[in-house]
């Protein structure tokens, strides 16, 4: 089997499922980068060295190369491009493709009802609905807004980022996080409003008000970073908050590592969410808002972890202090988190199951897992279950 990606430009999320591919297929497997990445993305470590990849291609560097191995190889999966002028042909071929995509309308499933989105929604995927074009949802709400329009009807499946996975003998793993002293807190991503970065120097005055030892752990860097750092200044907690800045994705896993906790904040707007898969695979117990997309594929609440729901501060707040209060009782979910990731939601394990499943779908066969990477994507309304947390 023949099989290409093509996306916008390889990184850290990416590398391990292609990687994966790579070992399974050899020369057969193909990454084909549509475009440089952006200087954001290298200044928070995101840069990888495409010369030492060997099943890497760029468009803009062999335009006509990459096009001929799209139109003729067995399988293709699209991500996000910014060229829908090479996804088409391919669409229009009748060949075995995929197509890969976080939610249409994270601001709101409202946008549906707007004739021009909705014309622009035909080209790219509605017209395709009887096609043999499935659709893979990066992230637990995307089904419900390509169920909005008609797209891909049967044809959704669940899929997500797969970081690169660390495995652990069991004496290494009970050795990662101390036993003594203060519960170690992660928090890791840019410092932007839609990731609430100030819920986490809320949340430490509140654990100082309460007199728990505490260390937070600030990985990143962005726009609030300058005021979050003198309001926990301001408010006597230097002793307790680390900020690191815009830290590498190694040294990132090395931290959370040792942390007890990892808590992800981010809005409605955060697609996916792939710190909370290495959060998990590190063994931390996560705290994470359900409207992120990795976090009703990820997490069983209370089971290999905790969700809160509406973004509501108050909520997530209780759920730390109740750890605190209640840790010995509570720590199991990272164990329970880490063998989530461990077993199912990897690359390895992702790489058997999309070859597979592309295997059946080439023989007009669709066939889909009985639970995690590839299962039938259930249709979440955005809104859905917001009462259902603590």
Known sequence: MTFIFVSNYINHHQIPLCEALYKRLG?????????PMEAERVEMGWHVNTEDIPYLMCLYEDEYECLKRIMESDVVLFGWTGREDIVTPRLCSGKTTLRVSERLYREGQWKAISPRGLIAKYQEHIRYRRENICMLCAGA???SDFHLIGAYPNKLFKWGYFTKLRIYSDETFAALKSKEGPLEIVWAGRFIPLKHPEYMVRLGKALKEKGYAYRMHMLGGG??????????????????FVFYGYTPPEQVRDVMEKCHIHLFTSNHLEGWGAVVNEGMNSGCVEVV???????PYLIRHGINGLLYSGGHYEKMEALVIDLFD??????????AAYETIRDMWNAEHAADVLLRFTEKLRLGEIRPEKEGPLSAAPVIKPKAGKNEFA
């Not at 020369?27 to 475009?35: A, L, P, R, S």
């Open 223 to 240: 726009e609030l970073e300058s005021a979050l750092r003198r309001e926990v200044e301001r408010e006597g907690m230097s002793d307790a």
């Open 289 to 295: 808002d359900a409207r992120v997309g990795a976090a």
């Open 27 to 35: 020369k057969g497997f193909v990454f084909i980068q549509t475009m």
């Open 141 to 143: 709400y995307a089904a």
């Open 326 to 335: 209640n840790w010995e009782a509570r720590c199991g979910m990272g164990r």
